[in-house]
């Protein structure tokens, strides 16, 4: 695959935290590829690093220490507003709690639709994005009155709908029975065979057979 399709790349990223007892390490020397295309899950037990490395990745919080590459752009070297612009240019990140995704208000249908007007997206095809994620009876409610679940496809439907360079979500099936977690695993899986670059934090055994790579994580570190 030619260099230019690699999308994302991290090196010897570390995350640590301070504590009263001190410095925490929550990500220690993790290494990532990401080529356009890729579906990664990051797997472990529950503080194993999963969502700080998502954080990281998803130019929300800086590393500690290491490199980070995105779109072959130094996002180290970027300002905060630099980052805030990139991430809004080329990522769609899906928090683990779904209302932290939304606008409180605004209706279902408007959350898509601000979100496809952000990238300077068509809006015609708000109902069909809606209809495919279970949602469409739904089009006229606002957060306040979705379910956890309901919440969280809204959120999920927004990010692939935008179609960016880097999709990443946070336990995104969490909330979900297992028909709608599954119609999310497929939304997601598409996303990366439309040529995105997707990581997803889960300990979904369904979400974690149908990726292409897991990257297991123990205390922070990188494991077989």
Request: aromatic share 2%; net charge negative.
């Amino acid at each position: 695959m030619a260099p230019e399709s690699m999308l994302l790349q991290g090196d010897e990223l570390c995350v640590h935290y301070r504590s009263a007892d001190g410095v925490v390490p929550a990500v220690v020397d993790v290494t990532l590829r990401l080529r356009a295309g890729a579906f990664v899950v990051l797997a472990g037990p529950s503080g194993s690093g999963k969502s700080s490395l998502l954080r990281v990745l998803g130019l929300i919080d800086r590393p500690t220490s290491g490199a980070l590459m995105i779109d072959g752009r130094d996002v180290l070297a970027l300002g905060d507003g630099g980052r805030r612009r990139l991430r809004r240019a080329r990522l769609a990140y899906v928090h683990q709690r779904p209302v932290t995704n939304l606008v409180d208000d605004l209706t279902a249908a408007e959350q898509v639709a601000f979100a496809l007007q952000s990238r300077r997206l068509p809006v015609a095809g708000v109902h069909d994005v809606l209809t495919r994620f279970g949602l469409a009876e739904q089009a006229s409610s606002r957060p306040a009155h979705l379910s956890g679940g309901e919440q969280q496809r809204l959120a999920i439907a927004m990010a692939t709908a935008v179609a960016p360079s880097v999709l990443l979500a946070d336990e995104p099936t969490a909330e979900l029975d297992r028909h709608h977690a599954d119609g999310v695993i497929a939304a997601i899986a598409e996303s990366a065979a439309g040529g995105q670059a997707v990581v997803v934090a889960s300990h979904d055994p369904e979400m974690i057979a149908a990726a292409h790579e897991v990257v297991w994580l123990h205390e922070g570190r990188r494991v077989a």
